[in-house]
């Protein structure tokens, strides 16, 4: 049988995951305090508060400003070009 990933595949699929995870590690500097803090415990959540409500809050920001472009956007000043082709056509309508 042939696999569903070739061999060069995979070795992308593994690149892109370990530098994710790279970046996760790399992103926090080392400190004393953090290594000598406590492991979470199993049941802590695994997003805190603050997490969620920048989360929830870039969502918001992020279909807020698509929805406006897709709605609204044919009526807005840079919807109509640069030589005003949008005026001709409404006048056509």
């Given amino acids: 049988q042939d696999s569903p990933l ?3 595949q995979m ?9 994710f995870a790279s970046l996760a590690l790399a ?16 049941n802590k959540p695994l997003i805190s508060r603050t997490m ?7 969502a918001v920001y992020q279909l ?4 406006t472009l897709l709605f609204a956007g044919e009526h ?3 919807g109509r070009g640069e030589r005003g082709e949008g005026k ?4 056509e309508k």
Avoid: Q
Avoid at 52 to 58: A, R, S, Y
Avoid at 88 to 91: G, L, R
């Fill in 11 to 19: 070795l992308w699929v593994n690149l892109i995951m370990d530098t």
């Fill in 76 to 78: 807005a000043a840079w």
């Fill in 27 to 42: 992103t926090e500097p080392p400190s004393e305090s953090l290594l000598l803090r406590k492991p979470y415990g199993r």
């Fill in 64 to 67: 807020t400003i698509i929805f």
């Fill in 52 to 58: 969620m409500k920048n989360i929830l809050g870039h």
């Fill in 88 to 91: 001709e056509k409404e006048k």
């Fill in 6 to 8: 070739k061999a060069v």
